[in-house]
């Protein structure tokens, strides 16, 4: 039904908060500044709760808005990850907002309204609606890169990424608009039994895919389209650079998993090639790069284009099992982002960014208790039992293997040891290590309790992870298409 507000509820919670949360804040003095940011915690948690009790465990999607919205099970469990991780960003970055002077209500709106995007790009069954979805994250991104307007580097950043950014948004709205004019509709179940149906133009239908793969492969930071992630992620401020590489990653898998999935589902023989060298290139240039690093931030942005590399291996197999060994790797790394950037959070104070990696030297002696959080963070990026990232990369690689690319797997691997060579590099620098600062680390309780039980969860779900793979397979077979 068109007027059937309920699959689109938790936006509808998202966007009063975001609107409350302005209007409330303009009356606010500096020293009641947390009311804002209680607000926007107190949104998060009402759409999380939204979104499970509107949850159809039936399996059937709901599409709505003349079949420009879909609420199908995929679209709940990663607005759920969604809500989460970005409370978990607000939780981690309080202090550090507050001692550079970012602890204020522009910043959790445009948060929230870069949310809001991600939530309609999720559940978009419309060009249309995805494109409206990006470009509304995307324009917050922007701002947030660019919140410290006095330094240098943040607004460098912030231009590149609008730069390059921008030409990417027109690589999609190109390519769709080819889609759309060899299959004359808009809607992505259409447009993929239009594609399946004899008689479309396939000239324009591989343009316009050539043009929708690079888009996808820019806001993943594939390589050769990822020269964008190393100097955003450096640039800027480390709570947004926290939050840039968490929650719009399940907005990035939504829209690879919409086009390339749904609507282009007909071309996969096509797109697997072009999927191929994206994947190849991503793992080894990310992984053989973030080795040359000494910014820790930096270091992190090259494991990020290497280990999208493995979220599209995953892909690469076209079929439920494939997909939902991606959509488990993303949620494995996201909660090890959350995890790793958290650490940085936690170790900073006020003029000291600890974001090198000499400012992890002898951490075990500091605190013994966060040595062994980061050394998780560590195993789970590098893959190493038991921690989640084993499981992750494990699926991935078995999902390439059952496709037939037993040798993109063996890639896979031998880039996986190349890089758990940086990975352990800092378990060195933490136990083995002399302290370069013997500064005790001064944390909130909350962001305390929070970052510990984010890295117990990596060993958690290192050792039974079968709850969240059945929940990544579940999803995938409830859906729409796949």
């Known amino acids: 039904m068109p007027n059937n507000f309920m699959p689109v509820l938790p936006e509808i919670v998202v966007l009063v908060g975001a609107c409350i949360v302005l209007l409330v804040d303009a009356w606010l003095d500096d020293e009641r500044r947390h009311v804002g940011y209680w607000l926007t915690q107190f949104t998060l948690l009402v759409a999380a709760c939204v979104t499970i009790a509107t949850m159809d465990k039936s399996l059937v999607s709901t599409h709505v808005f003349y079949n420009m919205v879909v609420d199908d099970l995929v679209a709940d469990v990663l607005r759920f990850f ?6 978990l960003v607000l939780f981690y970055s309080r202090s550090y907002l507050t001692l550079r ?10 948060i929230l309204f870069s949310l809001l995007g991600m939530q309609i790009l999720i559940t978009a069954n419309s060009f249309l609606t995805l494109y409206l979805g990006l470009e509304l994250m995307s324009l917050c991104l922007y701002a947030l890169v660019a919140m410290q307007r006095d330094q240098p580097a943040p607004a460098e950043a912030a231009m590149k990424y609008f730069v390059l950014g921008a030409l990417a948004s027109g690589f999609l709205l190109y390519g769709m608009s080819m889609i759309y004019g060899a299959t004359g509709t808009l809607e992505i179940d259409k447009v993929a039994q239009a594609m399946l149906a004899s008689g479309e133009n396939k000239t324009l239908l591989l343009f316009g895919l050539v043009f929708v793969v690079s888009a996808i492969a820019f806001k993943l930071g594939a390589v050769p389209y990822h020269m964008w992630v190393p100097d955003v992620y450096q640039g800027a401020p480390t709570a947004m650079t926290l939050f840039i590489g968490t929650a719009p990653e399940f907005a990035a898998f939504a829209m690879m998993l919409r086009l390339l999935a749904g609507a282009l589902i007909g ?36 494991s990020t284009i290497a280990n999208m590399g493995y979220v599209l291996m995953g892909f690469l197999a076209a079929d439920v099992n494939g997909y939902s060994a991606a959509m488990f790797y993303m949620v494995a790394y996201v909660l090890t982002s959350l995890a ?12 000291f960014e600890a974001d090198l990696l000499e400012d992890l030297k002898g951490l075990n002696a500091r605190s013994p208790w966060w040595a062994f959080v980061m050394l998780l963070v560590m195993f789970s990026l590098a893959g190493i039992p038991p921690t989640i990232g084993f499981y992750a990369k494990l699926l991935v690689l078995q999902a390439a293997v059952k496709a037939g690319f037993v040798w993109l797997a063996v890639v896979g691997v031998v880039a996986a040891l190349i890089g758990a060579f940086y990975y352990l590099r800092i378990v060195k620098l933490m136990y083995f290590d002399e302290p370069s600062d013997t500064s005790p680390i001064d944390a909130r309780g909350d962001q305390r309790v929070l970052l510990s039980a984010n890295g ?7 050792i039974l992870p079968q709850p969240l793979m059945g929940l990544c397979a579940v999803a995938l077979v409830g859906s729409q298409y796949y």
């Not at 002077?101 to 959790?108: I, N, V, W, Y």
């Open 101 to 110: 002077g970012l602890f204020r209500g522009e910043t959790c709106v445009l």
């Open 267 to 302: 071309a996969e023989t096509n797109w697997q090639g072009m999927l191929i060298v994206l994947c190849v290139l991503s793992v080894s240039l990310g992984h053989i790069v973030a080795i040359a690093q000494t910014n820790l931030k930096r270091m992190l942005a090259y």
């Open 456 to 462: 117990l969860a990596l060993l958690f779900f290192g």
């Open 82 to 87: 969604s809500f989460v991780a970005v409370s």
């Open 340 to 351: 790793s950037f958290g650490m940085i959070l936690l170790l900073s104070r006020n003029g």
